[in-house]
């Protein structure tokens, strides 16, 4: 893979990443801030999964317990006035049967755990309260550069069982 990829592909994310940020933190914003409908999914985006609420210690506590235990292993911490994230490191791993059918030699996939801190949720003993979500990127590697893949059948029971634990340590509710 020709370094040229590898950075262009990087840029497009972050790039990516920045325009979806803007897009929920203005939606969150607004009068609503948690999805009224008990789909699985926030705002209809099928890679992002609303996971309850959460104060600042038990956010952090239950992501280092909850994503090693699965294999993941956290890269960065990125926080703000109005969002936390914990952002894992990639993970390779074999592809899925559906994954290989399609060509896909190699994948990988990333978590981001974001907290979107509730406006006047402050306490003194826990910090602030935030609606946390999984945000999730899976990539295959396909004609000498690496691309998103649509989700599977075998990537969503994976993702569901990961967000399960996280909803049974946060305050979940439809």
Request: aromatic share 18%.
């Amino acid at each position: 893979m020709k370094l040229y990829d590898q950075h262009y592909f990087v840029f497009r994310n972050k790039i990516l990443r920045q325009f979806i940020s803007i897009i929920f933190i203005s939606s969150t914003y607004s009068c609503l801030s948690f999805p009224l409908s008990s789909k699985i999914s926030y705002a209809g985006n099928s890679s992002v999964f609303y996971l309850g609420k959460a104060d600042t210690k038990k956010f952090q506590i239950t992501c280092e317990e909850i994503l090693p235990f699965y294999g993941f292993y956290i890269d960065s911490y990125e926080n703000d006035q109005l969002l936390s994230k914990v952002i894992t490191k990639w993970k390779v791993r074999e592809p899925f049967e559906s994954e290989i059918k399609t060509g896909y030699l190699e994948t990988k996939i990333r978590l981001t755990i974001r907290g979107e801190v509730l406006s006047n949720s402050y306490t003194r003993n826990n910090g602030y309260t935030y609606n946390c979500f999984l945000e999730y990127e899976n990539v295959g590697f396909v004609n000498n550069g690496y691309t998103l893949i649509n989700d599977t059948p075998e990537l969503k029971t994976e993702l569901q069982t990961i967000i399960n634990h996280f909803r049974e340590k946060y305050d979940y509710s439809r």
